[in-house]
């Protein structure tokens, strides 16, 4: 399996070097990539220490830090539907105490 992977990888640079040409030595490097060579360098050891003094352990992170739960949507929903029923029996007692009385024997003999 790495007899494998060797020979893969040493088909990638092969490639590489056929169609973009060897990369370019050391002062030969345009301006921008002197100044940005030390962003793209291989991962060192001290790099790693320092990337680890930053690590926290996932229950102390809040970006893993999950919400509660909540309510489910059922039982959300029969409550939404209890508060709308209270509301209508509610209203039909307003209306009952603010209709005006009907006079009697207007519209017919009671």
Excluded: I
């Amino acid at each position: 399996r790495s007899r494998a992977k060797a020979s893969l990888l040493e088909w990638v640079v092969a490639e590489l070097n056929r169609k973009v040409g060897p990369p370019p030595k050391e002062g030969e490097l345009p301006p921008f990539w002197e100044v940005t060579q030390d962003y793209f360098r291989p991962v060192m050891r001290e790099d790693l220490a320092m990337l680890h003094s930053y690590l926290r352990s996932p229950e102390d992170d809040p970006a893993f830090k999950v919400s509660v739960l909540g309510q489910h949507f059922a039982e959300a929903w029969k409550d939404e539907e209890r508060c709308g029923e209270e509301l209508r029996a509610l209203h039909a007692r307003a209306l009952a105490r603010a209709a005006p009385p009907r006079p009697a024997g207007l519209l017919g003999a009671s």
